[in-house]
């Protein structure tokens, strides 16, 4: 180590799912936003040769000696996977320390979003671009371990950090949006991890395929239609949309009266349109509100019992001349 110890920051932000959630898993498109205003960061020092790796994730409740590590623990396989991608020696003196704004199993991507923290500072630090194609792969595989059969949106949001238009196993398709709108995400306060979810609403498609058929090719065609919307700027006809989406949501089960309650809080204190966004049952609510009723659809998430509330902004996508 020399005199002065190298650090190096990363950053990832958090996610949310406008429309497409659960049917993506099944070949469907999804729209997918980056939330900056929730982030995780990740730092890494050089230490003393031969202290190894440490990895400390306050947040997370965790402190990892990496030659220690369960082959379970996340942290230490995304630290392994992304050492060995980059051929680096597979016990570096460095202590990586996480700090995670996002609530854990709450539907904003906390798992692809800390691994993208890590995977990003590591390349930063042994001086690779951080190319969010070969982080995205890599965080795909940490995503493995959270969920079983995750369709790869979170990863590819989350790394690419950029608006999307994904469907599981195409090219990554940025899409324009024709005007700014706003996001007011509720947080219902329980944690419901998207493996659980994922994996009920494969059962029942299991012994149903049929009927789950038809309610993945509705959605569908309602993100479809949502992408239309967003692309000519006519955000007001979103929120209908995103009604639509939740009772389908509702039909493969995997909504719950508590996110119901927030939905309709936010529906009745004005938003255009109000859904769960990701695994459901617990998690986070979204609502589509114009920007002059914000305080009041807030105000009334908290007042239905949301734990925290927060607004992000979809920008409008610059056109050239
Ligand atoms: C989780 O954010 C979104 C789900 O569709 C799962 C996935 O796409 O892997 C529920």
């Not at 999307?164 to 007011?184: C, L, Y």
Request: hydrophobic letters at 40%.
């Amino acid at each position: 180590m020399s005199a002065f110890p190298r650090t190096t920051t990363a950053t990832a932000p958090g996610k949310i799912i406008l429309l497409g959630e659960h049917a993506v898993v099944y070949g469907r498109p999804a729209i997918a936003v980056p939330v900056t205003d929730v982030t995780v960061t990740a730092t890494i020092r050089d230490c003393a040769a031969g202290s190894g790796c440490t990895i400390l994730a306050h947040d997370l409740g965790h402190t990892v000696a990496l030659d220690n590590a369960d082959s379970t623990n996340p942290l230490a396989f995304i630290v392994q996977l992304t050492l060995a991608e980059l051929q680096l020696p597979d016990n570096p003196d460095w202590q990586i320390e996480i700090h995670s704004q996002i609530p854990i199993a709450g539907g904003l991507g906390s798992g692809a979003a800390v691994s993208t923290a890590i995977c990003r500072a590591i390349f930063t630090h042994s001086g690779h671009a951080p190319d969010p194609s070969r982080i995205s792969a890599l965080v795909y595989r940490s995503e493995e371990l959270y969920h079983g059969t995750p369709s790869g949106i979170d990863n590819t949001v989350i790394a690419y950090a950029m608006p999307i238009w994904f469907v599981k196993g195409g090219t990554i398709e940025p899409f324009t949006s024709g005007n700014t709108f706003t996001m007011v995400i509720a947080d219902s306060g329980i944690s419901s991890p998207t493996k659980e979810t994922v994996a009920d609403v494969r059962r029942q498609w299991q012994a149903e395929p049929a009927r789950f058929e038809a309610i993945f090719d509705e959605i569908a065609a309602l993100v479809h239609a949502a992408r239309r919307q967003i692309e000519y700027g006519t955000i007001d006809k979103l929120g209908a949309l995103m009604d639509q989406n939740q009772l389908l949501l509702e039909a493969l089960g995997v909504s719950s009266p508590r996110l119901q309650t927030l939905i309709e809080a936010a529906r009745q204190a004005g938003a255009w349109g109000a859904k769960l966004s990701g695994g459901g049952r617990g998690g986070n609510v979204i609502a589509l509100v114009e920007d002059a009723r914000v305080t009041r659809v807030s105000a009334a998430l908290t007042e239905a019992g949301a734990k925290r509330v927060l607004t992000t902004q979809i920008t409008a996508t610059q056109q050239r001349d």
